[in-house]
């Protein structure tokens, strides 16, 4: 460990990014072909209510942004 720390110091100047890998590891990534899981518990019920109070909006440069449907004039919603 003290090699590797010493072997930090030389790169003080090293992005972010590779501190963090340096520090925990690489990211651990799951299986990319595997398909996603919806349990259907409270938690993805509550989320679900949650999210159904947004509308996406889309503006003129093509940049998508959640909009509340209370904050819509009556006649979007």
Same mark, same amino acid.
């Given at each position: 460990?003290?090699?590797? !720390?010493?072997?930090?110091?030389?790169?003080?100047?090293?992005?972010?990014?590779?501190?963090?890998?340096?520090?925990?590891?690489?990211?651990?990534?799951?299986?990319?072909?595997?398909?996603?899981?919806?349990?259907?518990?409270?938690?993805? !019920?509550?989320?679900?209510?949650? !999210?159904?109070?947004?509308?996406?909006?889309?503006?003129?440069?093509?940049?998508?942004?959640?909009?509340?449907?209370?904050? !819509?004039?009556?006649?979007?919603?």
């Amino acid at each position: 460990m003290a090699h590797a !720390l010493r072997m930090a110091g030389l790169g003080r100047h090293m992005h972010p990014s590779a501190w963090v890998r340096f520090l925990f590891g690489p990211a651990s990534r799951g299986d990319y072909s595997a398909p996603v899981v919806h349990r259907h518990d409270e938690f993805e !019920l509550a989320s679900e209510a949650e !999210l159904a109070g947004f509308e996406v909006e889309t503006d003129a440069q093509g940049h998508h942004y959640a909009v509340r449907r209370e904050d !819509l004039p009556k006649e979007q919603v």
